[in-house]
């Protein structure tokens, strides 16, 4: 949405500095009155913003890129890191760059389902209509519809957040799952787990993100040298 930026990030994203990851802290165009974002180029944006990763003048070990993003950004970390099963011509097909591991933090990971309990809201803005109507849009921009991913994905969620429910979550990961993903997720009861905590780089579930990224990422490699994408 209009009221939120790549300042959103900014926190987590200095946690993942100090901890010696390259950072990359993108924009895009969001939906909105005035904004331009929603289908297609919500979507062309994040992609172009990742694949100027490629010709970027820096010591960045391209084979060590992680996709983190919280909320709409969730969504976004998760289609990004499937980009490469899109058919030629789609928003960000032929990616220049190609993640080890993706992140969704609250993510909005099952956009079919989240316009069926909430007809007309974000997704409904985000997409142009309802998946009955654009379901060509859906197939393509649809984290769940994407799974199994061929990388490791960490989800983590607050079971009482209520600006994002668990259950897109949830739904990932039991789809992910009955087809053989790599889908760990981690559920935060109670107020550290509050949509906004996620971005928080002090709290427990950026705390949870930092050390699976850790694990995930870093495999033996020189600190200095790896990438980190971030999506909002």
Not at 68 to 92: E, F, M, T
Not at 169 to 184: F, I, K, L, M
Not at 190 to 200: P, Q, T
Request: aromatic share 6%; glycine share 14%; charged share 20%.
């Amino acid at each position: 949405m209009t009221r939120y930026g790549k300042v959103v990030m900014c926190g987590v994203a200095g946690d993942l500095r100090r901890r010696g990851f390259a950072v990359w802290n993108i924009e895009y165009r969001r939906i909105g009155r005035g904004q331009g974002g929603g289908w297609p180029a919500t979507f062309a944006d994040v992609g172009a913003a990742i694949d100027r990763l490629a010709s970027v003048d820096a010591p960045l070990d391209l084979g060590a890129v992680a996709y983190v993003g919280h909320s709409a950004g969730g969504q976004l970390a998760l289609w990004a890191a499937g980009r490469a099963q899109l058919p030629d011509g789609a928003p960000g097909a032929a990616p220049r760059i190609e993640p080890v591991a993706a992140v969704s933090s609250a993510g909005v990971n099952d956009l079919a389902q989240t316009y069926a309990e909430a007809p007309g809201g974000a997704v409904g803005l985000l997409m142009g209509g309802a998946p009955e109507r654009w379901p060509e849009r859906y197939a393509l921009a649809d984290p769940i519809a994407a799974v199994p991913l061929a990388i490791p994905v960490l989800l983590v969620h607050g079971t009482d957040d209520a600006t994002v429910s668990v259950r897109r979550s949830r739904h990932y990961a039991q789809a992910a799952h009955a087809r053989g993903g790599q889908v760990e997720l981690i559920e935060i009861a109670g107020a550290a787990g509050a949509h906004s905590r996620h971005v928080d780089p002090a709290g427990e579930s950026w705390q949870a993100v930092a050390r699976w990224l850790e694990r995930h990422v870093r495999a033996g490699r020189p600190p200095a040298r790896d990438a980190t994408g971030l999506n909002l």
